[in-house]
């Protein structure tokens, strides 16, 4: 299964828009990658996914390379509540599991 | 829907005890997991069912964990003995499953607060 690399923490100040990277190096063709976040003391919260077109709802918009070998989760204008650790997952080409790796925690300064 | 249901929300219990956490899964989902997470580990999968039959337990931790799924919309985690090693937070997700990736979305519920003295 592939694995992501994020970074360990970020901080965005509120209002401006946050750019959240990861790697997946190994990535195959039919793979997805996925975006979730964790707010303190809450269960992981599920923000967007996609193979390899950009994709955007209400929540935030998700860049995916052409190569697909890393991908910018972006919150176009960040609030305080956005505030979380941010998970990105590969989602394994079989079988149903999610390997949550150590995501990134971002931290919005007012 | 109101979404994954866990209960209880916080659990207390002494070394030894039974502990048994609730999951109910949003109605019509296929899949059920069980995570576990620590500040040491991270969030892990425990194990998940498909159907309500187990697919995966290489998570599991050891024979005092135990998970049943009775129904479509009841689940079960067991610990018996507990120990203080166990103590974690154990969220139950579910989904509509499938082949396509929109199905695939998890979603998780608030979480249990386990606590062993």
């Known amino acids: 299964d592939a694995k992501t690399t994020q970074p360990t923490s970020m901080d965005c100040a509120e209002g401006r828009a946050a750019n959240l990277p990861c790697n997946h190096s190994t990535i195959s063709g039919n793979e997805y990658v996925y975006w979730y976040r964790q707010i303190h003391s809450q269960g992981p919260q599920y923000i967007i996914h996609?193979?390899?077109n950009n994709e955007t709802n209400e929540m935030a918009s998700l860049i995916i390379t052409e190569d697909r070998k890393s991908s910018t989760l972006i919150l176009p204008h960040a609030t305080l509540r956005d505030t979380a650790v941010y998970y990105c997952i590969v989602r394994p080409s079989t079988g149903n599991q999610f390997y949550f790796g150590t995501g990134t925690s971002l931290t919005v300064i007012p | 829907d109101a979404g994954v249901i866990q209960s209880p929300r916080h659990e207390v219990t002494e070394m030894g005890q039974e502990v048994t956490l609730r999951c109910k899964p949003i109605?019509?989902?296929?899949?059920l997991f069980w995570y576990r997470q620590t500040m040491m580990r991270g969030l892990e999968l425990l194990i998940y069912?498909?159907?309500?039959?187990?697919?995966?337990d290489s998570g599991m931790p050891e024979d005092r964990f135990s998970a049943k799924m009775p129904n479509a919309s009841f689940s079960t985690l067991k610990i018996q003995p507990s120990e203080p090693r166990d103590s974690a937070v154990y969220f139950c997700?579910?989904?509509?499953?499938?082949?396509?990736?929109?199905?695939?979305?998890?979603?998780f519920g608030p979480g249990t607060r386990l606590t062993v003295l």
């Open positions: 109605s019509g989902h296929d899949y």
């Open positions: 996609g193979l390899k």
């Open positions: 997700a579910s989904s509509l499953g499938g082949t396509a990736a929109s199905t695939d979305t998890q979603y």
């Open positions: 069912f498909n159907n309500n039959v187990p697919i995966d």
